[in-house]
């Protein structure tokens, strides 16, 4: 059974631009969380999805936006990039089958940016 | 609010025994999952307790006492692919999400 996978890898961008990165589940998971790393602060929970609902929201501006695909597949959007968001963005699935991220999360390699 | 903590780094020696603390104080306990991340690498899930007690799995032991907000995660018999971060979380039913601890980097000497 094929990862979680994450495009972009590595993404470079600049203040005030905006940047999608995409993530495919596992085949038959249908939740997908988004988590923001950064040195010292550990992850942060940005948003659940599941079945192409935002089921749960966690504390970032709404700079911060993601959504689901009927396949699973999610897209999280960042507009308006501060330096601030320069961090390792991942991504984890789950069957999801119950109410929250309760089942063992499945992570994907994540999308390093950098805004400069 | 919700506070997750955990010791910055430790030290062990290849061979011997660790115990990594997790400390929580948090609204709404649900479980308590306990994640291993190499560097450069994705979080892999190693394991979750919701009841008091201890589990183990291999190498691996997973300790957690809800009255004390308290776990940790013992590990045995330490090789040098344990040197990792490891990262506890807890899960809440009060708003569905898991909250994470910074994380604990170990550092194994020969």
């Known amino acids: 059974k094929a990862g979680v996978t994450q495009t972009p890898r590595y993404l470079i961008k600049t203040r005030g631009q905006q940047v999608t990165l995409s993530c495919s589940p596992i085949?038959?998971?249908?939740?997908v969380s988004w988590y923001q790393q950064t040195p010292g602060q550990g992850l942060q929970f940005l948003f659940e999805?599941?079945?192409?609902?935002?089921?749960n929201k966690g504390n970032f501006p709404g700079r911060f936006s993601g959504r689901q695909f009927s396949n699973s597949r999610s897209e999280m959007n960042v507009s308006t990039l501060e330096l601030g968001d320069s961090a390792l963005y991942l991504c984890?699935?789950?069957?999801?089958?119950?109410?929250?991220?309760?089942?063992?999360?499945?992570f994907g390699p994540g999308t390093r940016l950098t805004v400069t | 609010g919700q506070n997750i903590d955990q010791p910055t780094e430790m030290t062990a020696t290849e061979g011997a025994i660790v115990q990594i603390n997790c400390t929580y104080q948090?609204?709404?306990?649900?479980?308590l999952f306990w994640y291993q991340q190499h560097a450069g690498e994705a979080p892999t899930f190693l394991s979750y307790?919701?009841l008091d007690g201890l589990e183990e799995k291999g190498r691996f032991s997973s300790f957690l006492s809800r009255s004390k907000g308290y776990s940790y995660l013992l590990l045995k018999e330490l090789q040098m692919k344990d040197s990792a971060s490891y990262l506890c979380?807890?899960?809440?039913?009060?708003?569905?999400?898991?909250?994470w601890g910074a994380g604990t980097k170990l550092i194994i000497k020969p």
């Open positions: 979380a807890v899960y809440m039913d009060s708003n569905y999400q898991l909250i």
């Open positions: 948090t609204s709404g306990f649900n479980g």
């Open positions: 307790n919701v």
């Open positions: 984890a699935s789950s069957p999801g089958l119950a109410g929250g991220p309760v089942d063992e999360q499945y």
């Open positions: 085949s038959g998971h249908r939740s």
């Open positions: 999805y599941f079945s192409e609902t935002q089921r």
